[in-house]
């Protein structure tokens, strides 16, 4: 399997274990795209899973870098418009996961990873 829909299936699974409800996976728009939107409680949470098969490679969250952060809340933005969530609160999370090639995943949720960017 490839290691990126590999690492959202593992993603999506352990939200959905913690009591998210996926809304949409690999939402994709004009601005940008979105790994996984979920609900968790009364928020719409935009999640970026960023997977590596070795912890000796740069740590997966780092690469959430400004440019990247600022294509998901262009992206994020257009889904809530589209999708008219206006009074609903947003959250940006980053799930990071090692995957070696043997052994369990290694699995790191990092809620409110970072704040939307200026437009």
């Known amino acids: 399997m490839?290691?990126?829909?590999?690492?959202?299936?593992?993603a999506a699974?352990?939200?959905t274990d913690r009591?998210?409800?996926i809304v949409a996976r690999n939402y994709r728009c004009p601005l940008g795209e979105i790994d996984i939107v979920a609900v968790d409680g009364d928020t719409l949470?935009?999640?970026?899973v960023?997977?590596?098969r070795s912890a000796e490679a740069a740590e997966p969250e780092v690469s959430v870098h400004y440019h990247k952060r600022r294509r998901i809340t262009r992206a994020a933005r257009y889904f809530a418009s589209h999708k008219r969530v206006h009074d609903q609160p947003l959250r940006f999370d980053v799930v990071?996961?090692?995957l070696p090639d043997h052994g369990q995943p290694e699995i790191e949720h990092f809620e409110d990873a970072f704040g939307p960017t200026p437009r």
């Open 2 to 10: 490839i290691l990126g829909p590999q690492g959202e299936d593992i």
């Open 13 to 15: 699974g352990f939200l």
């Open 19 to 21: 009591g998210f409800r």
């Open 45 to 48: 949470v935009f999640v970026e």
């Open 50 to 52: 960023k997977s590596r």
């Open 96 to 98: 990071a996961i090692v």
